[in-house]
């Protein structure tokens, strides 16, 4: 019976850690899958921005308004996933309208998912030392698709180019 309570206690150090503050704003960057773009945040441009990468060299491609923590850019480069800035955790006094997830295409706003949306039955929203764990974004997998994790529904699948939630598959 040692089985369980190792992961038990693993299962709190996880909690643990994952209440700590977040770093203040700095530089992010998140390389698409294939490496063939990279999407930087940088918090003195208030922006994140998406580049082509060809022979080490970057040129510029679009850019989404305001400094994100959360991020994930598409293989396509067309594509962008702003994730909730408090990753995995919200704050005490959260509101269910919160915006957890936006879809945007070159600069443009596709869909925005918020945590009522994701997380229908807020009562499944776990208490941690200091916060609300609602769940966490996973990225890309192998077809494209965005994934998602939540406490209420748990794995959810994201067609990253329209921001509809994968249904069936």
């Known amino acids: 019976m040692r089985v369980p309570c190792v992961a038990f206690l693993v299962g709190i150090a996880a909690l643990a850690s994952a209440d700590a503050p977040l ?4 530089e ?6 294939n490496r063939r773009f990279v999407a930087v945040s940088d918090p003195k441009r208030d922006a994140v921005t998406v580049y082509r990468v060809e022979n080490g060299h970057r040129s510029e491609l679009w850019s989404v308004k305001s400094w994100q923590r959360s991020f994930d850019v598409a293989d396509d ?5 702003v994730c909730y800035s408090g990753l995995n955790l919200l704050p ?3 509101r269910p309208d919160e915006t ?6 070159r600069g443009g706003l596709v869909r925005k ?7 229908p039955d807020q009562g499944k929203i776990r208490r941690t030392a200091s916060h609300y764990h609602w769940g966490m974004c996973r990225g890309f997998d192998a077809t494209g698709a965005y994934q998602v994790e939540t406490v209420d529904r748990g794995a959810l699948r994201f067609d990253v180019r329209t921001g509809a939630l994968l249904v069936g598959e």
């Open 92 to 94: 005490v006094d959260y």
């Open 77 to 81: 480069g067309e594509h962008l996933v």
């Open 23 to 26: 770093r203040p704003p700095s």
């Open 28 to 33: 992010e960057m998140r390389w698409s899958p």
């Open 113 to 119: 998912w918020s945590l009522r949306e994701l997380v």
């Open 100 to 105: 957890m997830l936006q879809f945007h295409a």
